[in-house]
């Protein structure tokens, strides 16, 4: 990124850009290298603006969301990494449906229908991501996933065209949703029903105890590494080869749940990445089966 192209994102977003900005803290790994600019966009004008800039300067951009799903190498990203601010965590509920904002965190998602009664998101208690990010990953837990409860999907392409995909257009698969290329998620739609708060709470602290009792969570991840293959599960897998507790740097394989992988005190992203490769290798080797990971890496 130029100077020039440097000084239109501070015209545009003022106090709302950073420059070489170190990307752990805003990925729940704590780990990665720098982004040439975090841009916080807090409204859909401010989108629509940094999509031209994109198109029209060749910048590649990436929506953060928590970075619950996210390791950036150490090497760092290139150009823009988007956090959706503001207007776009808003939310509303319409006879019946719930409207929320990409960049709302799910579990202000939750306090929310608790609050008002709305049933049917109780599953995604603890998953530490955002509407946009659920909605472009079909985040799921126990048997459910996000896609089963959306009604619609806003977008913003990547020619800055806003638009509304209603259910039939979109292709909800595991751990993925076929979306336009380069959109960005601005709000989803949201299928509910009424329930007593009381009963809604009770649900949630439910679904918090079964993932505390199950995932490790007082050291930073990105929860599942790998997809689970058809008919098995990839932390069986990783735990059957006896990588259970293997360590590389500040990376460690967790101890509670095989297909987790923790930062256990200051791991690079190679360190994660490494014992990623080990985890694959080792069960290929002994099973034949190759596991496909489920977070994302971008970057150097």
């Known amino acids: 990124m130029n100077e020039r192209q440097k000084r239109e994102l501070i015209r545009l977003l003022n106090k709302n850009v950073h420059f070489n900005c170190p990307m752990a803290p805003y990925t729940t790994f704590r780990a990665g290298g720098k982004v040439e600019a975090l841009c916080e966009v807090r409204n859909l004008l401010h989108l629509k603006t940094l999509l031209g800039l994109a198109r029209r300067e060749d910048i590649p951009y990436l929506v953060v969301g928590k970075g619950s799903n996210l390791l950036v190498k150490d090497g760092g990203l290139q150009g823009m990494a988007l956090l959706l601010k503001g207007d776009l965590e808003d939310i509303e509920e319409k006879g019946g449906r719930l409207l929320a904002g990409a960049g709302l965190g799910l579990a202000e998602l939750l306090k929310f229908c608790s609050r008002n009664g709305l049933s049917g998101l109780e599953f995604l208690a603890g998953i530490p991501g955002t509407v946009g990010g659920a909605v472009a990953m079909n985040a799921g837990a126990w048997g ?18 806003g638009k509304t ?120 080797e002994r099973t034949g089966v190759d596991l496909e990971p489920e977070i994302r890496v971008v970057g150097d």
């Open 144 to 161: 459910k996933s996000t896609g089963e409860a959306v009604t619609a999907v806003e977008i913003m392409t990547a020619e800055g065209e």
């Open 165 to 284: 995909l209603d259910r039939s257009l979109l292709r909800f698969e595991y751990r993925k949703t076929a979306l336009p290329i380069g959109c960005v998620v601005v709000r989803a739609h949201f299928q509910v029903t009424e329930d007593r708060p009381q009963a809604i709470r009770k649900r949630i602290r439910e679904y918090l105890e079964r993932r505390k009792a199950s995932q490790p969570l007082d050291d930073p991840s990105a929860g599942s590494v790998f997809r689970n293959p058809p008919h098995d599960y990839a932390g069986r897998l990783i735990e059957a080869v006896g990588l259970k507790g293997k360590r590389i740097g500040g990376a460690m394989i967790s101890e509670k749940h095989a297909n987790v992988i923790v930062n256990v005190g200051g791991a690079r992203a190679q360190d994660i990445l490494d014992l990623m490769e080990t985890a694959r290798q080792r069960v290929r």
